[in-house]
């Protein structure tokens, strides 16, 4: 099967006015995208996902590298425009989102009216989505400020996939909700992709929704992407330190659950305008050797289709502890919602 989008060596800097330095946001990263999947993407506040994801969009100029989409270049303009509809996203923000002098039959129709639809093609296609994320036809006369957050980012989801598209972006879709509506939004997403056929890249740091969403995950830290993989292999048995840094580092809802033993990641994160010689977690990481320091380290296959940017992994071991964590986590937060459900 071919990919649908693969991205290759792909870098985004910003130029800091008044000097010549940079903010290296997106460092050099590779990843790919298959017909139907779901790829998640994870990692801290700042570690650049979300500029990944602008990046595919054309949101953002990319500084090097390249995004291929069906095999074609979208760093050309008529690719780009030729793939118009094909590409959309869901962001977090479902309020900035949309704008609020307009109802919400408009903001989801808006989509249509640039790829060239017709006034009754665009009106049919818009009720069949409203009725598609699970909403009433009167809410389409309403405006934004007076919808719900769920309601809100349904909408979102609506506007998003009237244009039938084979990539979604969601840039942490879930993470204004409370746990009933996350739950909801969650399950909605993995109902559209199986009804529609959409591949997905699901930036989040919500580590246990990307467990259950996703077949494969990278980890971003400072821009890089420093492991990769099947999502059960990734969260059951990490192979970088900042991954089970990450994984270890989740509140659990109950505190008698099993926790895994952590790497202890000591200091501060070093700045994405002057980063270090080498790995980028090197000063923070307790595994780490002068080797470690004096060069990147290149990727290691450490299992089907899993890599690792780590000369080190071998000392984590292989304990299958994460997996029975997660296994733990997702049978308690079904328990409470469950709770919720019954309640309300």
């Known amino acids: 099967m071919k990919k649908l989008v693969e991205v290759v060596g792909l870098k985004k800097h910003f130029p800091i006015s008044g000097s010549k330095k940079v903010v290296q946001a997106i460092n050099n990263i590779s990843f790919h995208v298959m017909p139907g999947e779901t790829v998640g993407l994870v990692g801290e506040s700042g570690s650049g996902k979300t500029t990944v994801g602008r990046c595919l969009l054309g949101l953002t100029d990319v500084t090097d590298g390249s995004i291929l989409f069906e095999d074609q270049d979208l760093a050309g303009p008529k690719v780009r425009k030729k793939h118009l509809g094909d590409l959309q996203i869901v962001f977090q923000e479902s309020m900035e989102a949309l704008n609020p002098r307009l109802p919400v039959f408009r903001s989801v129709e808006e989509p249509l ?4 639809f017709d006034a009754a093609a665009r009106a049919e296609r818009v009720r069949e989505v409203i009725d598609r994320v699970g909403l009433s036809q009167r809410l389409a006369k309403l405006y934004p400020a007076e919808l719900t957050g769920g309601q809100l980012q349904r909408i979102g989801i609506a506007r998003a996939i009237v244009t039938r598209p084979k990539l979604l972006v969601l840039d942490e879709p879930t993470s204004m909700l409370d746990p009933t509506s996350r739950a909801d939004i969650i399950e909605l997403l ?3 992709q199986a009804d529609l056929g959409m591949a997905s890249l699901f930036i989040s740091h919500d580590l246990s929704t990307l467990r259950h969403v996703s077949q494969r995950v990278a980890v ?6 420093v492991e990769q993989g099947p999502a059960r292999e990734v969260f059951g048995r990490p192979r970088h330190p900042y991954t089970v840094g990450l994984l270890s580092s989740v509140l659990l809802p109950n505190p008698d659950l099993p926790r895994p033993v952590p790497v202890a990641l000591k200091g501060e994160i070093p700045s994405p305008i002057d ?8 000063s923070r990481c307790p595994l780490a050797i002068e080797q470690c320091r004096a060069a990147m380290p290149p990727a290691h296959p450490v ?8 000369i080190r992994h071998e000392a984590l071991g292989h304990s299958d502890e994460m997996s029975r964590v997660f296994d733990a986590f997702e049978r308690e937060t079904e328990r409470i919602l469950s709770i919720g459900a019954r309640t309300n």
């Open 220 to 225: 971003m830290y400072l821009g890089m992407i």
């Open 113 to 116: 009216t640039t790829l060239g």
């Open 303 to 310: 299992g089907e289709d899993h890599f690792v940017h780590c």
């Open 275 to 282: 980063l270090p010689t080498g790995c980028f977690l090197a």
């Open 190 to 192: 993995i109902s559209l």
